[in-house]
T-cell receptor, first 116, second 110 residues
Framework: GAVVSQHPSRVICKSGTSVKIECRSL??????MFWYRQFPKQSLMLMAT?????????EQGVEKDKFLINHASLTLSTLTVTSAHPEDSSFYIC????????????FGQGTRLTVV | GIQVEQSPPDLILQEGANSTLRCNFS?????LQWFHQNPWGQLINLFY???GTKQNGRLSATTVATERYSLLYISSSQTTDSGVYFC????????????FGQGTELSVKP
């Protein structure tokens, strides 16, 4: 299957600072990537859809100014958590799809963010 | 919006036992995937199965799209099968979003 690489896998940051998470499709081009957040013992919640060359589409309730998404190339999307607070601590995971809508999606390894 | 319900929420098995996990969805979907989330959080693709039946080793899956459900079968379970199993559906009308169920947490005891 296709490979999606996410970096870093784990990060600890101080409250008030910003953290950038990268998501790369290693062996395919992805015009669309998706960002999810997962709290302990819960399911994955879609945060936003990242579109190459255009603005991201955010799900209801997700602050676009807090979670900045940039999809500057067909193989890279970044999520920046700005002015992080302890309640932003979570597991963030990205996904990319090979080809057209409806085809199989693959996930990165995830990033465990801890804000202290 | 669409509802994706998985059952059971938790399952404890003895090694070697068989199990069936179910995924119900409330509306027509374009595709469905099953995943296994390992203890480190990585989502492992198990099946991409919009309809029909597929098998991969001890695992198999069946999706009956017209009746809006999918089943994941695990046979001769092993301790390494432990973890959370998610089904997720694709909504083409909403840009191909993948919407997840709440998962089934499986624990296989030696």
């Amino acid at each position: 299957g296709a490979v999606v690489s996410q970096h870093p896998s784990r990060v600890i940051c101080k409250s008030g600072t910003s953290v950038k998470i990268e998501c790369r499709s290693l062996d395919f081009q992805a015009t669309t990537m998706f960002w999810y957040r997962q709290f302990p013992k819960q399911s994955l919640m879609l945060m936003a859809t990242s579109n190459e060359g255009s603005k991201a589409t955010y799900e209801q309730g997700v602050e676009k100014d807090k979670f900045l998404i940039n999809h500057a190339s067909l193989t890279l999307s970044t999520l920046t958590v700005t002015s992080a607070h302890p309640e932003d601590s979570s597991f963030y995971i990205c996904s990319a799809r090979v080809g057209l809508l409806g085809t199989e999606a693959f996930f990165g390894q995830g990033t465990r963010l801890t804000v202290v | 919006g669409i509802q994706v319900e998985q059952s059971p929420p938790d399952l404890i098995l003895q090694e070697g036992a068989n199990s069936t996990l179910r995924c119900n969805f409330s509306d027509s979907v374009n595709n469905l995937q099953w995943f296994h989330q390992n203890p480190w959080g990585q989502l492992i693709n198990l099946f991409y199965i919009p309809s029909g039946t597929k098998q991969n080793g001890r695992l198999s899956a069946t999706t009956v799209a017209t009746e809006r459900y999918s089943l994941l079968y695990i046979s001769s379970s092993q301790t390494t099968d432990s973890g959370v199993y998610f089904c997720a559906v694709v909504l083409r009308a909403q840009g191909g979003k993948l919407i997840f169920g709440q998962g089934t947490e499986l624990s296989v005891k030696p």
